[in-house]
């Protein structure tokens, strides 16, 4: 009997302690899941508005006279004495001498041919006198007769007279000539370079000065092909030469030490090829009376001058004009969506009409009234919950903050006390003095910024630091240091 116990009780045991555990496990109950939803994200938005937008195009080129000349002598000497403006960068008139050339040659062949044109005259009234009396004799001894040319003297008559269109050819060569001893300027201009000087023996083909005319500057201006589409321009065709009277605007900029001063122009004329190396096309703007004195204090605006256009295009009608940065792989940007659930971000595709480093036209894709998503969001799924901003309030909130005096505003949180990045922005504006407020776009991104690094995204916040930083070191603002000296 014992024996039987020492063997039945262990199996006894084991077999209790095997039912209660399957016992336990088939009526046991499953534990309550809690699914974990991290916080929507905030992001600042703006109502989408339809506008219109006028396109600028930018282009550079150098600034050319409209008119160069050569001066060359058209007869041979000896020059005498040169003009007061006859000098290099000098401004002179049209119609001042600029050169003179020793005149007694020419003077004397002035004489010369007068004299033989009055010889001419001379002959050629013989001649009619001697015609007009072999006439008479002729009818009074042959009445009725018709007489012969060379009886009427008719052929010697015609020669005179053809001696005395000669000689007052010669005359009038000789008077040239003596003419052409002074050189005259053939407009206003000024004199670029000069080769000559009194007491030199210039000829024909010399060159003896370049000049330019100063009423018209022209810049020659590189465009691509789609920003020349962008301009409302006549197209040329074949017989037809239209001229471009109130061609689109252009203003000209160029940096003269630490001033920036501007020109304006128009767009009178397209070339007629395209470049062969670059596959540009050039237009041609011209400014008027560039040396001219000015009310604004400008500089004369110099040939050869470098500068920087800035072209008026076509407007563009109904459009959308949104930050370049928040158009996406050129194809799409983020709205915010509202419904009863709340917000979430969905992707809209849209076409670009245009496109510069700072904003992007859209003129398909959207509709007035969406709200488009400002804030950067890297990973931006289909329907991810977010807690949207109006940019307007964002922009009074930052504007109020930093209208408020420093003593005010209570002690800034540090990143140590639980401040962190966002703290840190509020120490920034607390640094800055009241009467050199933050400008308005700065206030934006920074409370954008802020919140987004609130809710756990931070990668928007450096760079608007180093925005403040800048605006700041520009106005002689000292700013504290970022959390752990970066």
């Given at each position: 009997?014992?024996r039987?116990l020492?063997?039945?009780l262990p199996?006894?045991?084991l ?5 209660f555990?399957?016992?336990m496990?088939?009526?046991r109950q ?6 974990f939803?991290a916080?929507?994200r905030?992001v600042?938005?703006?109502a ?6 006028q396109?600028?195009?930018?282009s550079?080129?150098s600034?050319r006279?409209?008119?160069t000349s050569?001066l060359?002598?058209?007869v041979?000497?000896?020059v005498?004495s040169?003009?007061d403006n006859?000098q290099?960068?000098?401004?002179f008139?049209a ?10 040659d020419?003077?004397?062949?002035l004489?010369v041919a007068e004299?033989?044109?009055?010889q ?7 001649e009619?006198?001697q015609?007009?009396q ?15 040319r060379?009886t ?7 020669q005179?007279?053809?001696?005395v269109a000669s000689a007052a050819?010669r005359?009038r060569?000789a ?5 052409r001893t ?5 407009y206003a201009?000024?004199v670029l370079t ?13 060159q003896?000065?370049?000049?330019f ?5 022209e ?8 920003q020349?589409a962008?301009?409302e321009?006549p197209s ?13 605007e252009?203003?000209?900029s160029?940096?003269i ?6 020109w ?11 470049d062969?190396?670059s ?10 009376n560039?040396?001219?004195r000015?009310?604004?204090g400008?500089p004369p605006?110099?040939?050869g ?5 800035e ?10 004009v ?6 996406r792989?050129?194809s ?6 509202s419904?009863?659930k709340?917000?979430?971000l969905?992707r809209?595709?849209?076409?670009l ?8 036209v859209?003129?398909?894709?959207l509709?007035?009234?969406e ?5 950067q ?11 949207a901003l109006?940019?307007?309030a964002v ?9 408020t005096p ?17 703290g ?10 009241a009467d050199?407020p933050?400008?308005?776009?700065l ?10 690094a609130?809710?756990g ?7 608007v ?8 070191e520009?106005?002689?603002i000292?700013l ?7």
């Amino acid at each position: 009997m014992k024996r039987a116990l020492q063997i039945l009780l262990p199996v006894l045991i084991l077999g209790l302690a095997v039912g209660f555990t399957a016992m336990m496990v088939i009526f046991r109950q499953e534990p309550p899941r809690q699914q974990f939803q991290a916080p929507p994200r905030e992001v600042v938005t703006r109502a989408l508005e339809r506008t219109d937008y006028q396109i600028t195009l930018h282009s550079q080129g150098s600034v050319r006279a409209r008119t160069t000349s050569t001066l060359i002598p058209e007869v041979r000497g000896r020059v005498v004495s040169i003009g007061d403006n006859f000098q290099e960068g000098a401004f002179f008139e049209a119609g001042e001498v600029l050169i003179e050339i020793e005149k007694a040659d020419y003077e004397a062949e002035l004489i010369v041919a007068e004299a033989n044109y009055a010889q001419a005259e001379l002959r050629l009234a013989e001649e009619e006198a001697q015609g007009n009396q072999a006439q008479r004799e002729w009818e009074r001894l042959n009445p009725g007769l018709p007489a012969n040319r060379l009886t009427l003297r008719e052929p010697q008559l015609n020669q005179a007279a053809a001696a005395v269109a000669s000689a007052a050819a010669r005359v009038r060569t000789a008077q040239l000539n003596l003419d052409r001893t002074s050189l005259r300027a053939p407009y206003a201009g000024r004199v670029l370079t000069k080769s000559v000087d009194v007491g030199q023996y210039v000829s024909p083909g010399n060159q003896l000065a370049q000049v330019f005319a100063v009423d018209i500057a022209e810049v020659r201006l590189p465009l691509t092909a789609s920003q020349y589409a962008r301009l409302e321009l006549p197209s040329v065709y074949r017989g037809e030469n239209p001229t471009i009277e109130e061609g689109p605007e252009v203003r000209l900029s160029l940096q003269i030490a630490d001033n920036q001063h501007q020109w304006t122009g128009r767009v009178v004329r397209a070339e007629g090829a395209v470049d062969p190396r670059s596959r540009q096309l050039f237009i041609v703007a011209q400014i008027r009376n560039p040396y001219g004195r000015n009310d604004q204090g400008r500089p004369p605006l110099k040939v050869g001058s470098f500068v920087e256009a800035e072209i008026e295009g076509e407007t563009l009608t109904d459009v959308f004009v949104v930050p370049r940065n928040l158009v996406r792989e050129n194809s799409y940007v983020l709205l915010v969506h509202s419904d009863e659930k709340g917000d979430v971000l969905r992707r809209r595709n849209v076409k670009l009409e245009w496109q510069t480093d700072e904003v992007a036209v859209i003129s398909e894709g959207l509709t007035a009234g969406e709200k488009l998503c400002l804030t950067q969001v890297p990973l931006a799924l289909e329907d991810y919950p977010v807690r949207a901003l109006p940019e307007a309030a964002v922009v009074a909130a930052a504007a109020q903050a930093n209208a408020t005096p420093a003593a005010q505003r209570g002690p800034p949180r540090s990143a140590a006390a639980g401040g962190g990045p966002g703290g840190f922005g509020q120490a920034l504006l607390d640094a800055i003095p009241a009467d050199q407020p933050l400008p308005q776009e700065l206030a934006a991104k920074l409370a954008a910024a802020m919140a987004a690094a609130q809710a756990g995204d931070r990668s928007a916040l450096r760079p608007v630091m180093g925005e403040i930083r800048a605006w700041a070191e520009a106005n002689g603002i000292a700013l504290p240091g970022a959390p752990g000296g970066r």
